[in-house]
């Protein structure tokens, strides 16, 4: 193996490292980091010119569903930006949509194919690369941004968005209120965490303020559902995914 794919190699396996760990915080059981998460919320809202919100937590997604039914779904927003109200002031759910969206903008502009990446093999234009484990990826010449987008962030929504919140969002009903998942944002955060922790990616000292934020807010809650003067919090679940009011996201629940 020559030098560049020897480094290559020893990239990855730093970068699976943080995804196995974001994977812990992202299906972590257990008490609640109530202040750490309060506090990184606090300032998620001072990043969108509110106060801080009066908090209430709840034992389950389900519990809070009774508080959040006023709140706006998907669509809400996306009327929001098509056909805003005139003289109205957008709500927090989508200024919090938008903001997110910078965060994630603004870090992928500032990831850049390493140095040590080799030359791609040839592939047809608009064609994907192989669907390789990363070590057959890594031996091919596939860029190793593709690498980590594909077995970390992808392989990481695979596991918390398709194996937890989503069929958590089936049960409760859909459309539902638009909610921010806590600890499942791990596959995105894990995937620019690795640029970062790697040296890969220079953020700037706002920007990490930022994603330390948002890292805080998974390593300590659940679901949260913020509005105007308050914000509703799940706790995380007790075991597996059944939280200490009984719901449980399987097949089988009821809610």
């Not at 609640?32 to 908090?55: D, K, N, S």
């Not at 592939?123 to 010449?141: I, S, V």
Request: hydrophobic share 40%; glycine share 8%.
């Amino acid at each position: 193996m020559t030098a560049p794919r020897h480094e290559r190699a020893a990239f990855w396996q730093q970068a699976a490292a943080v995804r196995d760990e974001w994977h812990g915080y992202g299906t972590a059981c257990g008490p609640t980091g109530q202040a750490v998460a309060e506090q990184a919320l606090t300032e998620v809202y001072r990043r969108l010119g509110r106060p801080r919100p009066e908090f209430v937590w709840v034992r389950s997604p389900h519990e809070a569903q009774p508080l959040v039914r006023h709140l706006p779904t998907l669509q809400d927003l996306y009327t929001w930006v098509t056909d805003p109200p005139l003289g109205r002031r957008p709500p927090l759910a989508s200024d919090l949509a938008a903001s997110l969206a910078r965060l994630r903008g603004t870090m992928d502009d500032r990831i850049a194919p390493p140095l040590f990446d080799p030359k791609p093999p040839k592939r047809d234009k608009g064609q994907p690369w192989p669907n390789q484990t990363a070590e057959a990826a890594l031996a091919y010449g596939v860029p190793f941004v593709d690498i980590v987008r594909r077995h970390v962030r992808e392989a990481l929504y695979t596991s918390l968005a398709d194996g937890f919140y989503l069929p958590g969002k089936r049960l409760l009903g859909a459309p539902g209120p638009v909610c921010w998942y806590g600890q499942q944002e791990a596959h995105w955060i894990a995937y620019y965490e690795v640029w970062r922790r790697l040296g890969l990616a220079n953020y700037g000292s706002a920007v990490d303020a930022e994603l330390d934020g948002w890292q805080a807010i998974a390593r300590s809650a659940g679901w949260f559902w913020p509005d105007e003067g308050r914000c509703i919090v799940s706790a995380r679940p007790v075991a597996g995914t059944t939280f200490a009011d009984g719901w449980s996201i399987t097949p089988a629940a009821t809610g």
